[in-house]
């Protein structure tokens, strides 16, 4: 156990849905961030927050919609999605983010893995 | 790209020391070294990280080159749960620079 907490652990939609992954930390972290991991390949950082503020969009297609409530909650909203964004989904939090960087120790959660048919 | 090069694969005995390479010849004066590793079916674990001096925790040594052009992740007794995909990244502190993780080094435990 991390401290973060990704749900759904597990994901299967199709392409027409609309879906939203949730991921929670109570560990006090200021910033926080979505990965995406496919099938051999890197770690690719998606979208960054800093206190709530979205300081990083990796160029992400727009049926990816993210949204930071709060500095304890973050959401990735999905809709429309391909086949090829079939992957393991991370989200990290770390104390303060410093543009795309980790300032100190990053906790990331375990994942959802979702599955676009 | 990534900015640092491992090893695609390692294997090392039980019990045994165990080094993990990197090179990060295109390292900045504010970049931190981060060493993440990542067991199946987990979320990336922290291990240790960097500037300048070398540093110690409960899990491992990191051995920092002096023109920081390279480090090394110092497993210092091997057991078989540290068998995972050890990432070695450099975390900026410029705004205009983002992590970029390569594809690690699977480490390999024999028993």
């Known amino acids: 156990e991390t401290g973060v907490t990704q749900t759904p652990r597990h994901l299967v939609m199709g392409m027409t849905n609309k879906k939203s992954l949730k991921c929670e930390q109570h560990l006090g972290h200021n910033a926080m961030y979505w990965y995406k991991q496919s099938a051999k390949k890197p770690l690719e950082l998606m979208f960054v927050y800093n206190f709530k503020e979205q300081t990083e969009n990796n160029s992400v297609p727009s049926r990816f919609s993210p949204e930071c409530p709060n500095s304890s909650h973050l959401f990735l909203h999905l809709h429309t999605l391909q086949p090829e964004d079939s992957a393991l989904y991370l989200c990290a939090s770390s104390q303060e983010g410093a543009g795309g960087g980790f300032d100190t120790e990053a906790f990331f959660g375990q994942g959802t893995r979702l599955t676009v048919v | 790209d990534a900015k640092t090069t491992q090893p695609n694969s390692m294997e090392s005995n039980e019990e045994e020391p165990v080094h993990l390479p990197c090179n990060h010849s295109t390292i900045s004066g504010t970049d931190y070294i981060h060493w993440y590793r990542q067991l199946p079916s987990q979320g990336p674990e922290y291990v240790i990280h960097?500037?300048?001096s070398n540093v110690n925790n409960r899990m491992a040594s990191l051995a920092i080159a002096e023109d920081r052009k390279s480090s090394t992740l110092i497993l210092h007794r091997a057991t078989l749960r540290d068998a995972a995909v050890y990432y070695c990244i450099l975390s900026p502190m410029n705004r205009d620079d983002k992590i970029i993780f390569g594809k690690g080094t699977r480490l390999h435990i024999l028993p």
């Open positions: 960097g500037l300048t």
